[in-house]
């Protein structure tokens, strides 16, 4: 299993070249070819205030638009060109940046996103486009922080285990990750006893052992894997599996995202909106 086509969303942000670069190594790792793909709605002003002002303003939007265009796609290959990326192409799409995102990445086998940057002036527009992407796109979706240095993707992971069907996509998602990292830490946190299963087939069960049957389903794929199962931890699993990966010095994170109703994690938090708010280390979520 190889991933062979990676896309990364290009945008005016100032960790801009940092997601391209992530991009680009993962590209040069497996051999795949790299999308870059700049989204943007125009403004869309009605027709009952369009005025000759109104047309002048429309008309140095859309060139600023163009010279950006022409900005980010120049950087996105000279970043690519030197890391020796040699198969790839420049995308541009007029609408929202999730719908686009989504689309596109349909036929993509990762994506490779930003973590949303409060201090950004377009903060607001962007603040859930990496959650509504893994949510709605069907693919896996890497998020990157928008702080700290980037780290060699993929050397040391911490795979969050909780035997739900969104961990499972996760962890087959990640498995051309998981072959070639030097280690993979397979981590179970406050496992339910009551859930685990008893003969039969169990939705969420873990097994006798929380961790062991996921551990041997990745050693049969030659993964480097160390299962551990944390039983009494009392702080939630988010900020436990973030504090964690700092411990571990995991380089990357994967899990799965919005294990419950999305507008209950909304409300309430959860797992999945605790990391996108504080992640420290890059993030791999499947829905």
Known sequence: MSYKTI????????????????AADIARRFGAHLVGLHATSPTRIPN???SELVAELIAHERAARRALDVDLGQQFDQIATRAGVDSREWRLSDHDPVDALTLHGRYADLLVLGQND????????????????A??????????????????????????WNASREATRAMTDALP????AER??????????????????????????????????????GVQVEASH??????????????????????????????????????????????????????????
């Open 177 to 180: 990750l998981l072959e070639k």
């Open 7 to 22: 896309l990364v969303h290009v945008d005016h942000d100032r960790r801009a070249a940092v997601r391209i670069q992530a």
């Open 48 to 50: 009952y205030v369009r």
């Open 184 to 221: 993979v830490i397979l981590l179970t946190v406050n496992a339910d006893a009551s859930r685990r299963s008893s003969g039969g087939p169990h939705t969420g069960s873990h097994g006798d052992l929380p961790g062991a049957d996921c551990a041997l389903y990745l050693a049969r794929h």
């Open 135 to 160: 949510l709605q796109g069907g693919r896996p979706v890497l998020v990157i922080p928008y702080a700290g240095d980037l780290p060699d993707i993929g050397k040391r992971v911490l795979l969050g």
């Open 118 to 133: 409060p201090e950004e002036d377009n903060a607001w527009l962007n603040a859930e486009v990496a959650e509504q992407v």
């Open 230 to 287: 944390d039983p009494g931890v009392d702080i939630d699993t988010g900020n436990y599996l973030l504090s964690r990966a700092t411990d571990l010095e995991a380089d990357l994170l994967v899990m799965g995202a919005w294990g419950h109703a999305r507008l209950r994690e909304l409300i309430l938090g959860g797992v999945t909106r605790t990391l996108m708010q504080h992640m420290t280390l890059p993030v791999l979520l499947s829905h």
